[in-house]
C-alpha cells in the first residue's frame, strides 16, 4: 500500500522529507493558479521525485463550490473551460487519480428535483471521465457525510452511481464512519474503489490510539482486494508535527 498525505504546494518537501510515498494535492487549486504559478509547481514537483517519492500522484476537490454542478444554475460551458485548463496540468505533474468530492458544487438546491440533480451529476462525471481518459487519470466519486453535501451521501450510494456514470468511488473511512456503514458495504462494491482516504476519527491526524481503528481498516481493504494508494486527509494543526506522527502509525499497520 503507497501511503500519501494531502497537501499545498509548500508543502512538498516537507512531505517528501517525511517519508510519505506520495502527496495529493486539490484539483481546484491547481486550476486557479496563474501560469508562473502552476510552472513553479510544476518544476517543484519534478524536483522533488526520487526512488523513494512519487511526487504527486493524486487530486482532490475536483470542483470549486463557486462551480454550480446541479440545479438550474448548472453551467456547461464553464464546466468544460474549467476541465479544459484542469486536465492538462494535472497530467503535467503526473496525477493518475482524481477524487470528485466537491460537496458544495455538487449540493442540490432546495426544491430541485432529486431525479435531475441525480442525472446531471451523472452527465457531469461522464463528461469529466472522458476528458481524464487521454491522460491516464481515472476518477474516484467521493461518498460524503450529510453534513457535508445532501446527495451521494453513502458508500453505498456512490457505488450504484459510479457504476452508471462509469467512474470509481473514492472510499474514505471518515465519511463511512459518520454515515454509519461498514464491511458488507465495501464487499458488494470492491471493483470500484478506486482511491482511499483516511484520518483519525475526530478528522484530525492519526495517534497510537488510532492503531485497531486502522487495523480494521486494513482488514476491510484486503477483504476486497485492494492495494492502491491511501492519502492521509486530515485537519492538522501543525502540519509537519501531525503528519509525522501520523505516518509513524500508518507504517505500523501497513509495514
Known sequence: MKLGLCGGAE????????????MEMAASTIEAMNEQEFAAL?????AARCESFEGIKTSNGMFPGTLVLVGPAR?????????DILMPRLAQLGVERL???SGGARRVPE????AEAWAQLVATARFA???????????????????????LTSFAETAVFAREADVGVTLDFYHLLRECEGADELKQAAQVVWHCHTCGSDRAGLADRDFFFLSAQKRALEAI??????SLEAALKEYETDAAASLAVLRKVWN
Open 99 to 101: 477524487v470528485f468530492g
Open 11 to 22: 508543502h512538498i518537501e516537507v512531505v517528501k522529507k517525511l517519508g510519505f510515498d506520495y
Open 225 to 230: 482486494g485492494y492495494t492502491g494508494r491511501i
Open 111 to 114: 426544491g430541485f428535483d432529486r
Open 75 to 83: 453551467d456547461e460551458r464553464a464546466i468544460e473551460d474549467y476541465l
Open 42 to 46: 510544476a518544476v517543484a514537483n519534478q
Open 129 to 151: 471521465a472522458k476528458k481524464a481518459e487521454p491522460y491516464g487519470i481515472r476518477i474516484g466519486m467521493e461518498h460524503l457525510n450529510g453534513a457535508e453535501t445532501n446527495i
